[in-house]
């Protein structure tokens, strides 16, 4: 072969595989924001839990949360020890958006702003944002077996919310880096 007809398979395979690393990086991109939107609306469970007098902390919706989605984890095939660390590490870091928050509510004079109604707009948004995560996360590890840490930095961009420490957001990477499906 010489290199003028070594060249077209060069470039294909070169497109072949740039296409297939952008796809997963893509995917991985939409599970990170995915993530990210879900956590976007801590600030309004803060806000209704400030107004109506409600603890950030409550272990018994916890615990509700927790299994029921440890019970859609395992349909989607999760390995449920290495998803359960990540669902504790987003509780966790849903809380520290609750109390940040609930500290600057705090220290305004007129915050009138009315949060979102809990019942019927913030938990289904919830729900919903937590079976796509449960989804896409599902889709990139069957292509990809694991996340790698070459993506904290797409990671650490794409979590948004002001109340997340550097910290924070390592520990949520860190323990979407342990996730895996059941068979991996």
Known sequence: MNLITRSPLLLLFSVLFFSIQCHANTSAERVFSTVNQRLSY?????????????????????????????????????????????????????????????????????????PKDLIKEVRPALISLGTETLRLLHDYLKDNTAFGPDQYPLFHQSITNRYLSDNDKQLLFDALLNIRLSNN
């Open 42 to 114: 801590m600030e309004d469970v803060a806000r209704y839990k400030h107004q109506q007098h409600l603890p950030v902390e409550d272990l018994t919706r916890e615990k509700i949360v927790l299994k029921k989605a440890l019970l859609a984890a395992e349909n989607y095939g999760f390995n449920i020890t290495s998803i359960q660390h990540f669902f504790t590490v987003q509780i966790n870091a849903a809380k520290a958006i609750q109390y940040r928050h609930r500290a600057d509510l705090l220290a305004e004079k007129n915050n009138t702003q009315p």
